[in-house]
Nanobody, 122 residues
């Protein structure tokens, strides 16, 4: 089992920045697989935001390319998401996921955190 705890969410004005963190514990060897960030807005399906594999290869949703950066520190068992130039449409609950593949499909990941809320106001 892997436990994932997200932090760093909050409220920010459009154009601002936030940095999300996800601390992994438990069977942390599994984080050698891909990890990712997903989000879900009210009334919408969960969607992939960014994923990163054990080698540092990344994949981003078109809507966040050039604004968001995913990174990981395997020594600290921590995943990050730097979010810049935030837009109101980025408002959602953001989830960390682990033990997956380099895919933006939520079904590709086995373990999930509880989420952290990001609210962007105009």
């Amino acid at each position: 089992q892997v436990q994932l705890v997200e932090s760093g969410g909050g409220s920010v004005q459009a154009g601002g920045s936030l940095r999300l963190s996800c601390a992994a514990s438990g069977y942390t060897s599994s984080i050698r697989f891909a990890m990712g960030w997903f989000r879900q807005a009210p009334g919408k399906e969960r969607e992939g935001v960014a994923v990163i594999d054990a080698f540092g290869n990344t994949r981003y949703a078109d809507s966040v390319k050039g604004r968001f950066t995913i990174s990981r520190d395997n020594a600290k068992n921590t995943l990050y998401l730097q979010m810049n130039s935030l837009k109101t449409e980025d408002t959602a609950m953001y989830y960390c996921a682990a033990f997956g593949s380099l895919s933006l499909a939520p079904g590709s990941f086995r373990y999930w955190g509880q989420g952290t809320q990001v609210t962007v106001s105009s």
